[in-house]
């Protein structure tokens, strides 16, 4: 596609549910970067791929969050049993080439909220 | 740990003046990125930088390797400039605690008035 793509844009969920968030990143690009940014703060690493691999995930906050990547491509970030501290937007990012001195694309983000 | 630090971390202007947002870091890198996020949220990178300088437009970025030092300048800023200016710089060693990634400074946010 022509950019990043986030999906849902925004999401509300209840305590305890499951929330998966989708990344459809630019075509080509093989590295793949998911981040945090919670209100009003910075944006926080959670966990990158490299193809279809993400050679460490010690990043993720907690055993209830994990992200695979398939194809390539798509990338999905699921979070189970979310709490109220799970609220934040959910940012997505392609590049080229990892650990490149290329540029970042970023998609609009998911926003979750946990009530 | 590595680390990022943005000063200042607000900035008000009024429409017309020269701007300048600075970036510093601990360690070696081999790249450091400017970054910008409207209210709305979406991140748009400006520049990508390992040595020198780059200008696109009104913006210059400038970094100074042996300083450990970064500085984002906009001229003639004008209110569509108002947002939250992010550095991220990919430490050659990343001693963070975690993955090999980038590490983001708190952000600079940015207001210019008419």
């Known amino acids: 596609g022509a950019g990043v793509s986030q999906s849902p844009s925004n999401k509300v969920t209840e305590k305890g549910k499951d929330v998966e968030l989708r990344c459809d990143p630019i075509?080509?690009?093989?590295?793949l970067y998911w981040y945090r940014q919670r209100l009003g703060q910075g944006l926080e690493f959670l966990i990158y791929?490299?193809?279809?691999?993400?050679?460490?995930k010690s990043g993720l906050p907690s055993d209830r969050f994990s992200a695979e990547r398939t194809g390539e491509s798509v990338s999905t970030l699921t979070i189970q049993r979310t709490q109220q501290e799970d609220s934040a937007v959910y940012l997505c990012?392609?590049?080229?080439?990892?650990?490149?001195?290329?540029?970042?694309?970023f998609g609009e983000g998911s926003r979750l909220t946990v009530l | 740990k590595n680390e990022v630090e943005q000063s200042p971390q607000n900035l008000t202007a009024q429409e017309g003046e020269f701007i300048t947002i600075n970036c510093s870091y601990s360690?070696?890198?081999?790249?450091l990125h400017w970054l910008q996020q409207h209210p709305g949220g979406g991140i748009v990178s400006l520049f990508m930088?390992?040595?020198g300088k780059k200008k696109h437009g009104r913006l210059i970025a400038t970094i100074n390797i042996q300083e450990k030092h970064s500085s984002l300048h906009i001229t003639a800023s004008h209110p569509r400039d108002s947002a939250v200016y992010i550095c991220?710089?990919?430490?050659?060693?990343?001693?963070?605690?975690?993955?090999?990634?980038?590490?983001f400074g708190k952000g600079t946010h940015l207001i210019i008035q008419p």
């Open positions: 990012a392609s590049s080229l080439v990892y650990a490149s001195t290329g540029e970042l694309f």
């Open positions: 930088l390992s040595s």
């Open positions: 791929f490299q193809g279809n691999s993400a050679p460490d």
């Open positions: 991220a710089v990919r430490f050659r060693i990343y001693s963070g605690g975690g993955a090999d990634g980038l590490t």
């Open positions: 075509s080509g690009h093989t590295a």
């Open positions: 360690v070696g890198i081999s790249a």
